[in-house]
């Protein structure tokens, strides 16, 4: 048997053989989308037995909401058999906002001659922009500080990615608030942002703080964005009075990177555990999920940099699993350094303290005795005595291992930048409401520097600040009590022991300890 033939007809038929569009006007960019006029271009074609008779006519209709057609109907001459005829800008159409991105909008093209017809859907896909909020940062109009406190104004600029296909056009930001105490004014206006990229307002827009506002507290902020295309975005997001808050749910621009050229960076974005509530995310050292850390590691997890003023603390959030030996030596685990201005990095100590010490391991990237973090900790709130440091600074968290069992390693979360509350005595002085041991400066040092500490006045009686050295042999002690030269909450070390001599270079250890705390920290001289 022969194979079966379709005859489409046995007389005319036409149909629309191609589509193209072009963009004319004012928005000609290539991307066709809400705000584009367009030449619509046909090749029509009589695939039928028999050449028309008559003149054709095409007319263009469409359905759609998003389509204002503006010129709707084109004639061509007749069309003989197998003939292709082109009909350059046969119809003009207009694109209306509110697209949206990589949709298909139909075309109907009804084609028409003498008494026959036939019936062409055209397909126009289309691009449309689809902004996403990425986070904002504070510029302060007053204060020394990056905390946005009560009597305070600061600008807000917002961040912002198109992560459609098409191109938004006047994208314009409007900020309002339902918080009692709070002031917003100004707007933005982007006059332009390409797929792909991101961009931060630009124009002021300024949060004033009432004087009455509640100190740690946070008010919700909220946004709308609309721009010419009918891209409409909205949300929220909270600003904190009286501190600065630094989770991982959106970006904040936090970095990590090796120390050394031969070590592994395994910090990463994490929801294999998470402190913040309702939160997804924290900052993992070690492999994906639940995963052990690599051996000879020595990483560093960096914040942003950010302001700070008098007494001041920071509190981090953070979970461990490392080994250790007798639940006090390590190889294994992390700390926590500072920098200022610039200056270099240097360890600093938690008001409770490191929980173990860096054991005399010939692999280690630390020192022997470095108070660490390790063992199993479960997720809590260390803190982090600032209040003698003004400047702009930056923690950093690094983790060394140098042995072979390693286990889930080292999570870090939920950053919290405060003041301590302040007491006064009837003569308007400012005293300790806490004893901390916050550092010595400079470091490392020759032949002097500055041990900096507060002492509450239920530890004024007994506390002692005690200088030892690699060894732990004590090179000399004073008693805050009986030392009115130390009301100020520090002491010039001279670099000189118990009998007046001068000490030899290295590492030494000064130790405050009371009834109720003890903490111990590290300097270096250096002749």
Known sequence: LEDE?????????????????????????GSIQSLDTLN??????????????????AVLSTTSDYINIIQDSVESDMIQVSETVVLSEAFQIELLPGLSD???????LLISSGLDSWQTVIELPVNAPVI?????????DTGNDDILESGETASVFLHYINVGSGISYDFNTTLYTYSNGLTIEGSDLISQILPGEAVNTEQEISISVAEDFVQEDSAEILYMGLDSTGSLLTGSFDVHIGYIMLDFESNTDWIHYPMVDDSVDQWHLSNSRNFTEEGLFSMKCGDNEN??????????LETPAFRISDNTFVQIAHWMETPTYNGTLCSDGGI???????????????????????????NAELPFQTPMFAGEIEWEQIEFDLSEITGEIKLRFIFVSATFATTEGWYIDDMKVG???????????????RTNLIGNYPNPFNPTTKISFSVAPKDLSDAELVIFNIKGQEIVKFSVSSHP???????????????NKPVSSGIYFYKLHSENYTAVKKMLMIK
């Open 132 to 140: 996403e909020f990425i986070g904002y940062n504070l510029e302060f």
């Open 336 to 362: 926590v350094e500072i920098s200022v201005d610039g200056s270099d990095f240097l360890q600093i100590t938690p008001t409770s303290g490191y929980p173990c010490m860096m054991m005399n391991n010939p």
């Open 40 to 57: 619509v271009n046909v090749e029509l074609t009589n695939i039928g037995f028999e050449d028309t008779e008559n003149l054709v006519t």
């Open 485 to 499: 030269e130390f009301a100020d909450g520090s002491i010039i070390w001279d670099g000189k022991d118990r009998y």
């Open 102 to 108: 990589n949709s298909v909008l139909i075309l109907d």
């Open 291 to 300: 995963g052990s850390y690599a051996t000879s590691m020595y990483t560093a």
């Open 419 to 433: 003041f301590y509350p302040e007491t006064e005595t009837q003569e308007n002085q400012i005293i300790p409401v």
């Open 5 to 29: 033939i379709t005859i489409i007809s046995e007389n005319t038929f036409i149909i629309c053989d191609d589509a193209s569009f072009t963009e004319i006007g004012m928005y000609t960019d």
